[in-house]
């Protein structure tokens, strides 16, 4: 049985924020499809859109990304995409340009996975704040309007399987290294550990995270990851919930290369979690990136009476 919504939804619903649609749809999911034991979650990232209305061309990094949707969709038990930030390229001095390149990357989504979709096989679609999706305007640095307005929350809880399952959308900062707070970081763990208290008292999760922590090989991208102070924050979240973290999704990291991004780029010892480079840090639209294949994860879920246990990791390319 397909995971895809199985119940006609309301079209003005698509006038929403995005990732209010994408609750939306995983709660109609879960009403319509609780017998179906096998599902996978895609990840995917660092698209970094740069086409504006008045600047198209072809392959650009945002038909590349529709083509990617297209490839994702065959898969009829995707429960759930998940973007893990960077969307877009983003203008470092026109957050007016900013918030049209997210605007359109929106649409294109849309279309992609909505709109050109039948009513009973839509695939929800959720997104995380990257670095690059910031407004940078000269007069209000690292602003999260754009993304708030179109997007939602910048971190936030989002139930996947009702009951057994949620993700964690942690926002990282605004800079290669994260927040230049530790204060700022802090807010938004606690914001949601309080979601966690408040609203998911049994379930387990997934954690997606832009920026790595500088962690095992991670360590070796100081300048893409964590900083020390940030990363023993996230390390003191990370071990408080040890036992009820499956794995964790990130990105960021455009020049690591592996054989295999499908396999964990380290594995937190307490608690065994695995931290996966979502397609070895996504890819960019430029020279230095151009003849990279866009790729993204999928994780692959069987439900084993109420409790999801990750199976495997395979890419989609």
Same mark, same amino acid.
């Given at each position: 049985?397909?995971?895809?919504?199985?119940?006609?939804?309301?079209?003005?619903? *698509?006038?929403?924020?995005?990732?209010?649609?994408?609750?939306?749809?995983?709660?109609?999911?879960?009403?319509?499809?609780?017998?179906?034991? *096998?599902?996978?979650?895609?990840?995917?990232?660092?698209?970094?859109?740069?086409?504006?209305?008045?600047?198209?061309?072809?392959?650009?990094?945002?038909?590349?990304?529709? @083509?990617?949707?297209?490839?994702?969709?065959?898969?009829?038990?995707?429960?759930?995409?998940?973007?893990?930030?960077?969307?877009?390229?983003?203008?470092?001095?026109?957050?007016? #340009?900013?918030?049209?390149?997210?605007?359109?990357?929106?649409?294109?989504?849309?279309?992609?996975?909505?709109?050109?979709?039948?009513?009973?096989? $839509?695939?929800?679609?959720? @997104?995380?704040?990257?670095?690059?999706?910031?407004?940078?305007?000269? #007069?209000?640095?690292?602003?999260?309007?754009?993304?708030?307005?179109?997007?939602?929350?910048?971190?936030?809880?989002?139930?996947?399987?009702?009951?057994?399952?949620?993700?964690?959308?942690?926002?990282?900062?605004?800079?290669?290294?994260?927040?230049?707070?530790?204060?700022?970081?802090?807010?938004?763990?606690?914001?949601?550990?309080?979601?966690? #208290?408040?609203?998911?008292?049994?379930?387990?999760?997934?954690?997606? @995270?832009?920026?790595?922590?500088?962690?095992?090989?991670?360590?070796?991208?100081?300048?893409?990851?964590?900083?020390?102070?940030?990363?023993?924050?996230?390390?003191?979240?990370?071990?408080?919930?040890?036992?009820?973290?499956?794995?964790?999704?990130?990105?960021?990291?455009?020049? *690591?290369?592996?054989?295999?991004?499908? $396999?964990?780029?380290?594995?937190?010892?307490?608690?065994?979690?695995?931290?996966?480079?979502?397609?070895?840090?996504?890819?960019?639209?430029?020279?230095?990136?151009?003849?990279?294949?866009?790729?993204? $994860?999928?994780?692959?879920?069987? @439900?084993?009476?109420?409790?999801?246990?990750?199976?495997?990791?395979?890419?989609?390319?």
């Amino acid at each position: 049985m397909s995971s895809h919504s199985s119940n006609i939804v309301n079209a003005s619903l *698509f006038k929403k924020k995005v990732n209010y649609i994408g609750k939306k749809l995983l709660e109609n999911n879960n009403d319509y499809n609780m017998n179906n034991n *096998f599902f996978s979650i895609v990840f995917i990232s660092d698209t970094h859109s740069e086409q504006l209305t008045e600047n198209k061309r072809k392959n650009s990094s945002l038909e590349q990304y529709c @083509m990617l949707l297209k490839k994702v969709k065959v898969h009829p038990e995707v429960c759930c995409i998940i973007h893990g930030g960077d969307a877009i390229q983003g203008f470092t001095n026109n957050s007016k #340009k900013s918030n049209l390149q997210l605007k359109q990357f929106i649409a294109a989504t849309k279309l992609e996975l909505y709109e050109q979709m039948e009513p009973t096989k $839509l695939i929800p679609f959720v @997104m995380n704040i990257g670095n690059h999706d910031y407004c940078y305007d000269g #007069k209000r640095d690292h602003s999260s309007d754009n993304f708030n307005d179109l997007v939602g929350e910048n971190s936030d809880l989002i139930m996947l399987k009702k009951n057994s399952l949620d993700i964690i959308l942690l926002e990282t900062g605004d800079t290669h290294n994260g927040f230049v707070n530790i204060n700022s970081f802090k807010k938004e763990i606690n914001s949601v550990e309080k979601k966690i #208290k408040k609203e998911h008292k049994k379930v387990l999760f997934l954690l997606d @995270m832009h920026i790595p922590p500088q962690l095992g090989e991670l360590s070796k991208y100081s300048n893409h990851t964590l900083n020390s102070q940030l990363t023993n924050e996230f390390v003191r979240f990370l071990n408080k919930y040890q036992n009820r973290i499956i794995a964790i999704s990130t990105h960021h990291i455009h020049n *690591f290369r592996s054989e295999d991004s499908a $396999l964990p780029i380290y594995i937190h010892p307490q608690g065994n979690i695995p931290i996966y480079l979502t397609s070895n840090g996504g890819q960019k639209d430029s020279s230095k990136h151009s003849k990279i294949q866009y790729k993204c $994860l999928k994780m692959n879920f069987e @439900m084993n009476e109420n409790t999801p246990i990750l199976k495997d990791v395979a890419e989609i390319k």
